[in-house]
């Protein structure tokens, strides 16, 4: 069955970084596409980040653009999500997903990991 396993996350100062990793398998991972989502507390889940099946092609929301990147390793079963130049308002728990369909700049998907939370604060 398909898994996605968060790791990663943590306590950050501001202007910090972490590395969040997701492993999946149950499937053939480099023919989809992944995403990272977030949510904060009483807010909506919302997308973070997307990549491509071969890791050419990425998109990332405006608030986070310039400070995050999306990566994967298709030997290795694994997408990251590199953060940098943390702020509060980036504390949330991260969701690893596996995309079914991106319709313009959505990224839809179908299967989720449990999150890993990133709390930003001095």
């Known amino acids: 069955q398909v898994q996605l396993v968060e790791s990663g996350g943590g306590l950050v100062q501001p202007g910090g970084s972490l590395r969040l990793s997701c492993a999946a398998s149950g499937f053939t991972f480099s023919s989809y596409y992944m995403s990272w989502f977030r949510q904060a507390p009483g807010k909506e889940r919302e997308f973070v980040a997307g990549?491509?099946?071969?890791?050419?092609?990425?998109r990332y929301a405006d608030s986070v653009k310039g400070r995050f990147t999306i990566s994967r390793d298709n030997a290795k079963n694994t997408v990251y999500l590199q953060t940098s130049s943390l702020k509060p308002e980036d504390t949330a728990v991260y969701y690893c997903?596996?995309?079914?369909?991106?319709?313009?700049?959505?990224?839809?998907?179908?299967?989720w990991g449990q999150g890993t939370q990133v709390t930003v604060s001095s």
């Open positions: 997903g596996r995309t079914a369909t991106v319709t313009g700049l959505m990224f839809e998907n179908d299967y």
């Open positions: 990549i491509n099946r071969s890791g050419g092609f990425t």
